[in-house]
């Protein structure tokens, strides 16, 4: 769903600089509710490259509440509305919660700039888009990756009116992917209720959704700093944030495992991924026995690609992110560096990885990830000796009919459930 919606909101990526914002014209279509919604800015491409605050945005916009989502998708821009509104809503912004910060200035108070759990605790007490609305950035969604040479997405989001719009696309024969389903659940006490919401949507008979078990951040990103890694940022004390405990982790392994539904971890940093990988083992070596998905893993040891091994483990990666953070990384992760991108040495212990896009985060692209495959060879991250059809297609290849045609420079065509629609 957030790929249409970013699509089809207010795009940021274009700035040049913070101040650039005033020359965005607002649209209807931008509003979520009365909130003005948008995505996409980045302070590192900027001339200033200072995290931008409140003050911009109240001399735009003083009296509408305003929620600008961070390219990476792990912080926001707020105004001085959003802030009043929220705290209505009754966020509170007296302290940082577990797994989040709040960036403050010298006297304590917010500069308008929410990280991780601050960032996704805001976003949860704003009014959701209307229906109408819905539908049409699933729609788009599904046109984009369609375009972009995807017939399956793995959708790490999914909730019951997502569900309920796909299921009416399929009865309409408008459903153009297959989608495997995760629940998103944002702390241990909310598992009874992401459990609840991926029973329903199982409810809905759709042979194109997969529901397949919950979601968990654990930890934030490498452009924000807070994915979780083994040693301080370049230049910082801090190593990151991690939303979960190591025993919170377990806990919600053995909820799932218990069940017999999956569950996928949000881990960027090698230090996050070592966590909940000793966590599936402890579960594991107790009797209760499940699959484990690790989501990006874009920092990884090979002591801890080692304790993998006795796991039910699928890695999943998107090689594109070397393209957005090259310029950048090492400066950040210092040297951390050689183990970015660890997919051959993945392959050679057997762990399963898939690729894919990374969609809104990234640009909705297959052609993207071959680039970024053959440009890693040339700064010395080790080739990938594994078929490129394999690890970039769904792991069922008897779930429907379809296929992409593609060349290193286009998507030719697209095969869905036996058909050409590209």
């Given amino acids: 769903m957030a790929t249409g919606q970013t699509r089809l909101g207010l795009q940021l990526q274009d700035l040049k600089s913070a101040l650039d914002i005033k020359n965005k014209i607002i649209k209807p279509e931008y509003f979520q509710a009365h909130w003005i919604n948008g995505f996409g800015w980045n302070q590192y491409l900027w001339s200033d490259s200072s995290l931008p605050t409140k003050e911009i945005l109240d001399s735009i916009f003083p009296d509408t509440p305003v929620f600008l989502s961070r390219v990476d998708?792990?912080?926001?821009?707020?105004?001085?509305?959003?802030?009043e509104e929220l705290k209505k809503n009754h966020y509170d912004f007296s302290r940082d919660p577990v797994g989040g910060k709040i960036e403050r200035d010298i006297h304590g108070n917010p500069t308008g700039v929410l990280f991780d759990q601050a960032h996704i605790q805001a976003l949860l007490k704003i009014p959701f888009f209307s229906t109408k609305q819905t539908i049409s950035h699933i729609k788009e969604s599904l046109?984009?990756?369609?375009?972009?040479?995807?017939?399956?997405?793995?959708?790490?989001?999914?909730?019951?009116?997502?569900?309920?719009?796909?299921?009416?696309?399929?009865?309409?024969?408008?459903?153009?992917?297959?989608?495997?389903?995760?629940?998103?659940?944002?702390?241990?006490?909310?598992?009874?209720?992401?459990?609840?919401?991926?029973?329903?949507?199982?409810?809905?008979?759709?042979?194109?959704?997969?529901?397949?078990g919950?979601?968990?951040?654990?930890?934030?990103?490498?452009?924000?700093?807070?994915?979780?890694?083994?040693?301080?940022?370049?230049?910082?004390?801090?190593?990151?944030?991690?939303?979960?405990?190591?025993?919170?982790?377990?806990?919600a392994i053995r909820f799932c495992w218990s069940r017999q539904i999956e569950i996928a971890f949000h881990v960027i940093g090698?230090?996050?991924?070592?966590?909940?990988?000793?966590?599936?083992?402890?579960?594991?070596?107790?009797?209760?026995?499940?699959?484990?998905?690790?989501?990006?893993?874009?920092?990884?040891?090979?002591?801890?690609?080692?304790?993998?091994?006795?796991?039910?483990?699928?890695?999943?990666?998107?090689?594109?992110h070397w393209l957005s953070d090259k310029k950048w990384l090492k400066d950040k992760i210092g040297d951390l560096t050689p183990y970015l991108f660890q997919w051959e040495l993945l392959r050679k212990n057997k762990i399963p990885i898939s690729f894919g896009s990374d969609s809104p985060i990234e640009p909705t692209s297959l052609i993207r990830n071959l680039a970024a495959l053959k440009d890693t060879e040339l700064h010395?991250?080790?080739?990938?000796?594994?078929?490129?059809?394999?690890?970039?297609?769904?792991?069922?290849?008897?779930?429907?009919?379809?296929?992409?045609?593609?060349?290193?420079?286009?998507?030719?065509?697209?095969?869905?459930?036996?058909?050409?629609?590209?």
């Avoid at 998708?73 to 802030?83: K, T, V």
């Avoid at 080790?382 to 998507?411: C, G, M, Q, R």
């Fill in 143 to 212: 046109r984009i990756f369609n375009q972009a040479g995807f017939t399956h997405i793995r959708d790490l989001s999914m909730n019951f009116p997502t569900a309920a719009i796909l299921h009416d696309l399929h009865q309409k024969n408008e459903l153009t992917a297959c989608i495997d389903g995760f629940v998103t659940v944002e702390n241990g006490e909310d598992l009874a209720r992401g459990l609840a919401d991926f029973e329903k949507c199982k409810t809905l008979p759709n042979p194109f959704l997969r529901m397949q």
């Fill in 214 to 251: 919950l979601k968990v951040f654990v930890d934030g990103s490498l452009g924000s700093e807070t994915a979780f890694i083994s040693q301080p940022y370049v230049g910082k004390s801090g190593r990151g944030i991690m939303a979960w405990s190591a025993e919170e982790i377990r806990s």
């Fill in 270 to 320: 090698d230090a996050a991924v070592e966590i909940v990988v000793k966590a599936a083992r402890e579960i594991s070596a107790a009797g209760i026995l499940g699959k484990i998905h690790l989501e990006h893993v874009q920092l990884l040891r090979p002591d801890v690609i080692h304790m993998m091994k006795p796991l039910h483990v699928h890695c999943h990666m998107q090689p594109c």
């Fill in 380 to 422: 010395g991250i080790p080739k990938l000796n594994a078929d490129f059809n394999l690890v970039h297609a769904h792991p069922d290849w008897t779930w429907t009919n379809s296929k992409t045609v593609y060349s290193y420079e286009k998507i030719h065509e697209v095969h869905f459930n036996g058909k050409q629609i590209i």
């Fill in 73 to 83: 998708g792990h912080a926001s821009w707020i105004n001085s509305a959003a802030i």
